[in-house]
Structure formats: C-alpha cells, structure tokens
C-alpha cells in the first residue's frame, strides 16, 4: 500500500463533501442580497442592515426619522469595525482566538443533539441512586492488542468458572481456587461502594443490569474476562466533607507490627482527649497529621461520593450525623484516624452530575453513547446504507492482523465491494482499511472492537463533515451571527483605544472628534433608494 493510495482514499471524503458546499456556494451567489452600504470599499449586503435593526428592536422602518437615525447608527458602527481593520485589530492573535472559540462553540449548537445527550446521561444518572456491593474474578488477557484466538481459550476458562458457580459452588470459594492456582493471570476484587462512571462500560452495563446475589456470565473488557457478583444493593446516601487526622503507623521495621498498632493507637487517643478538651480540631490536624496533604488544610478532605475513602473509614465517616461531630478513633490500612463531619449533601442532581460526566464521555468509549442519537439523525438525513457482508469480510482479517497495522491494509488492497453508501457516493472495504491506518483512534485493544469503533468513526467522519459544509445552507442565521460576534469585538477593541481609555468626562468629546476623522478618512456610499423601499414593510419579513 502506497502513501498515495492512502491519501486518495481520505480525499474521498473531502470531494464529497466539497460538492454540497460548493452547491450551496452557487446556489448563495445567485441569490446574493442588494448592497446597501459601502464603507472603506467594502459592500454591506441589505441582510446586515436589517439582520441588525430587528435585532436592536427600536428601529421603525416606516418612521423616517427612524429609519435615518438608524442608518447613521449603522454606517457610524461599520466605520468604527472599518478603523479597527485598518490598525490591524483583526490580526491580532487574541482576537483571532477568540473569534475561533466562538465560532467553535456556535457550531457545536448545531453539530449535537442535546436531547440526545441528555437521555443517554440520564440512563447512567438513573443509576447513580444505587450502590452495589460487588465481588469479581478476573481472567486476564493480553496486556496490548489481541485478537479473536487470545480471547477464547480466556472465554472458556471463564465459562467454566461460571458453570461451576451456576452449579451451586460458591462464589468466594471458587474464586480462592482460581487464584491459588494461577496467580499471574487470575485476579480477585472486592468493591463495596461501586458507582457509575467508574470503569469501563461493558463492566458497569453488566453489574447494573444484575439482582442481588446474581452472578453475570464472562463479560469482556479490554484487559480481562470477568465474573461479576452482586453482594448487595444499598440507596446512595449523597456525598459528604469530612476533616481528619491520621495517625500512621511506624515506618520502621525494628518495631514489631503491634507494638507499632499500640504506639499509633496511644498517639491517637492522646490526640482525641485534646478534641474532648475543646481543642482546635483544625490546629491539632496541622500539629499531629501525617496526612500532609489535608493537614496544611486543618484535616479537610474534599466533598467526596461514597467509594472515595478506605471501606473503614468510609463506614464511620458516613455514620456521623451532625456537622461538627467527631468520631472515636478509627483503623484503616494507613493507621488510625479521627473523623470530623463538616457537611453532608444529598445526592448531587442531574444537572450537576452531567457538567461532571458530559466531558469525560465525549473522551472516551462512551462518545458513541453521547452522540447516538446525533449521528443516526445524520446516517438517515445523508442516505446512510451499509453492507454486512462487506463488513464481515474485513472482520475475518482481524483475526489474523490488527486492524491499524499497514499488513491488514496490505491484506485488503483487493477488497473493493461497497462497504457503505452515504452522501450518495459508495465507500469500499479497501477505502476504510487505509482509514483505519490513517486514523487509528479507538480505545480498543481487541482487535474486532478496534475496527467496529474505528468503523463508527469513519461514518460519523463523512456525515458530520458533509453536515459542517451544509450548515450555511440550512442554518442561514450562523453567517449574521458570525459576522455581528466579529464586529462586536473589533468595536469594543477600537472604542477602548479611542474612547473608553480616556476620563469620563472627555469621552463624549473623543466620540465626537473620533467619528469626524473616520468621515473624513473612509468612503461612504449609501443606498438611499433601496433604504427608502424599506418602508414598504415587506423587506421585513
């Protein structure tokens, strides 16, 4: 496979997508709008002048007085912009930056579907009320890429496993035997506070969809097979703040580990009476705490979700009942603690939990999840047709070559059956393999994932590119809106140079000198006979 090849088939997508946009390029040539105005040489179409009078609302183009007032206010405005052009305001790296989020953040309005979003942030929200106590043995497979023949030797002895269990054994026990007898590629855990947003998804999907007590079959992830059991379900108490002070135990391997329990346990009691004595809980943390991170802070601890903290610390912290309150001492695996509660919340509601997770799903796995139903509305609006047979054929490949590798591109050269039709133009098997090479991004690690992700991509590549170029076409509103966001930053620019910079009380005097210079320094020519059919109010629809 040649680089050229892999460019062509990438080009693909652009020319497709170039023909819609240079229709609606035409199409806008042929209707363009009567100018105006021209200021400095630059034609101002009729749809700015009256885009800016509706949008300021106090212009009566059948009132000649407003009608004039207006077309000053226009024609002083479009000066100003004109001046800050001529000092090169709009080459400034500040201004080009923030036009270009703007401009980023006004398509995103129209490149999503929040609806969508919100329905798919919902369903794991739904979730967040519950805590699941949950045990697991996992299976490991490869730590890199892997394909269908790693998998499946792991699949079975996960299989057998959870025959086993499913026979009556149970749970713990075979797990202790599992791990006894290979300790390298088995692994055993416990999670007592277990939320969404946590893992991967095929793992949160499959324990959340399980009753108490059930055990899921071998769910795949991308480091292991896993057996998943619910211990326990429990309401989600909220979050909490709590402040602390720990006590660790020696690190010196002269002490033995109990005398080095009893002497962390007798600090901490000492510790402890000086809080029943009234002592500054916050003080003592900064002398005794061997936290360093939260003593400098009297002991706090952020506003945390239950999971955040060791199991015993946890328990106790969430027991408390009134801020203030102060538990007795307390052991975990770092030594022993004392606990204040500050605060407690409830659980956090939905609007506050998707600003937390709406960010990390358009990183990750989930992205698909988020942008479901965006993309779909896409595949159907662009004539979206897929061929399965196609696709499998490819999938064979994955078996042998992992899919960004230039041998499974290599493998594919010959392949030229339509793999999809969109946009009306067929995309071949071949054409997706140098894809995949080009633009390896999936967080996959097994090979028919990897593809099946990629494949996704590849799709939402071509119909989001397609929808980018159309946007003009059927969003008109983005091109006034552009170009008012624009203007507006250079006004404000070139206004606090000439104006607002100065006292208060020369400002007017500055506005009015600033104005007599820009008559004199630009050409203005106005077109008095279309502004005077304004008045038919017909242009105003």
């Given at each position: ?9 990438l080009?693909?997508?652009?020319l ?5 946009f240079?229709?609606s390029v035409a ?19 009729l749809?700015?002048?009256i885009?800016?009078a509706?949008?300021?609302g ?11 007032d207006?077309?000053a206010l226009?024609k ?5 912009v004109?001046?800050a052009?001529?000092q090169g ?5 500040e201004?080009m930056d923030e036009?270009r989020?703007?401009a980023?953040?006004l ?17 794991i929200?739904?979730?967040?009320s519950t ?15 892997y394909?269908?023949?790693d998998t499946a030797?792991?699949y079975?002895?996960a ?20 791990y006894?007898a290979d300790t390298?590629?088995?692994m055993l855990?416990?999670i007592?506070?277990f939320l969404?947003m ?5 793992f949160?999907?499959?324990a ?12 795949r992830?991308?480091?292991?097979y896993?057996l ?9 108490p ?6 602390h002070?720990?006590v ?12 080095g329990?009893?002497?962390?346990l ?10 029943k004595a009234?002592e ?11 936290d360093?991170?939260?003593a400098a802070k ?11 903290f060791?199991?015993f ?16 001492p307390?052991?975990t695996r ?11 919340a ?9 600003n ?9 796995e989930?992205?698909f999840e ?8 896409l ?8 061929y ?6 490819l ?5 042998d ?10 493998n594919?050269?010959?392949m030229k059956?339509?793999l999809?039709h969109v ?5 071949s098997?071949v054409e997706f393999?140098?894809?995949m090479?080009?633009c390896?991004?999936s967080?996959?690690h097994?090979?028919g ?8 991509m ?5 119909v989001t ?8 076409k059927?969003h008109?509103?983005i091109?006034?809106?552009?170009q008012e966001?624009?203007d507006?930053?250079?006004l404000?620019d070139?206004?606090?140079n ?6 208060a009380d020369?400002?007017?005097a500055?506005?009015?000198e ?8 630009y050409?203005?020519?106005?077109n008095?006979?279309l502004i ?9 629809k």
């Amino acid at each position: 496979m040649t680089s050229s090849m892999i460019k062509e088939g990438l080009i693909k997508i652009v020319l497709v997508v170039f023909t819609l946009f240079a229709f609606s390029v035409a199409e806008a040539q042929i209707n363009n709008d009567t100018v105006v105005m021209t200021v400095a040489g630059k034609n101002i179409p009729l749809t700015d002048f009256i885009y800016l009078a509706k949008k300021n609302g106090g212009v009566n183009f059948s009132n000649t007085k407003s009608l004039n007032d207006y077309v000053a206010l226009f024609k002083n405005f479009k000066l100003k912009v004109a001046d800050a052009e001529a000092q090169g305001l709009d080459k400034k790296k500040e201004f080009m930056d923030e036009l270009r989020n703007y401009a980023s953040q006004l398509v995103s309005g129209y490149m999503s579907d929040s609806k969508g979003e919100d329905a798919e942030i919902r369903k794991i929200y739904d979730r967040y009320s519950t805590i699941l106590d949950l045990s697991s043995i996992m299976f490991a497979l490869p730590a890199d890429k892997y394909f269908s023949k790693d998998t499946a030797v792991v699949y079975q002895k996960a299989m057998q496993a959870y025959n086993r269990i499913k026979s009556g054994e149970d749970f713990d026990k075979v797990s202790v035997e599992l791990y006894q007898a290979d300790t390298v590629n088995v692994m055993l855990d416990h999670i007592a506070t277990f939320l969404p947003m946590k893992v991967q998804k095929s793992f949160e999907n499959a324990a959340y969809s399980l009753p108490e007590g059930g055990v899921s079959l071998p769910v795949r992830t991308d480091i292991g097979y896993f057996l998943i059991k619910i211990n326990s379900k429990r309401p989600n108490p909220g979050r909490i703040q709590v402040a602390h002070i720990l006590v660790p135990f020696p690190d010196d391997s002269t002490i033995s580990k109990e005398k080095g329990e009893q002497m962390a346990l007798d600090r901490i009691q000492e510790v402890y009476e000086k809080v029943k004595a009234g002592e500054d809980f916050g003080e003592l943390a900064k002398k005794y705490s061997g936290d360093s991170g939260s003593a400098a802070k009297g002991g706090v601890l952020p506003v945390s979700d239950p999971g955040k903290f060791d199991e015993f610390f946890e328990k106790v912290a969430f027991s408390l009942t009134t801020p203030g309150e102060v538990s007795l001492p307390v052991k975990t695996r770092f030594g022993f603690h004392l606990i204040k509660l500050i605060k407690k919340a409830e659980i956090p509601s939905f609007e506050q939990m998707k600003n937390e997770w709406k960010p990390v799903m358009a990183e990750g796995e989930r992205n698909f999840e988020l942008n479901r139903s965006f993309d779909e509305k896409l595949k159907e609006e662009y004539g979206f047709v897929e061929y399965p047979e196609a696709y499998s054929e490819l999938q064979k490949l994955c078996n042998d070559y992992f899919p960004s590798d230039h041998a499974f591109a290599d493998n594919a050269k010959d392949m030229k059956k339509t793999l999809i039709h969109v946009v009306n133009t067929d995309f071949s098997q071949v054409e997706f393999a140098h894809y995949m090479v080009r633009c390896p991004f999936s967080t996959k690690h097994y090979s028919g994932d990897f593809m099946k992700e990629v494949y996704n991509m590849f799709i939402r590549d071509i119909v989001t590119t397609a929808e980018q170029k159309n946007l003009s076409k059927k969003h008109p509103e983005i091109e006034p809106l552009m170009q008012e966001y624009r203007d507006g930053i250079l006004l404000f620019d070139v206004s606090n140079n000439e104006v607002w910079s100065k006292p208060a009380d020369q400002q007017a005097a500055a506005e009015k000198e600033w104005i007599k210079r820009l008559d004199e320094k630009y050409p203005v020519v106005i077109n008095w006979t279309l502004i005077n059919k304004l008045k038919n109010k017909k242009y105003l629809k």
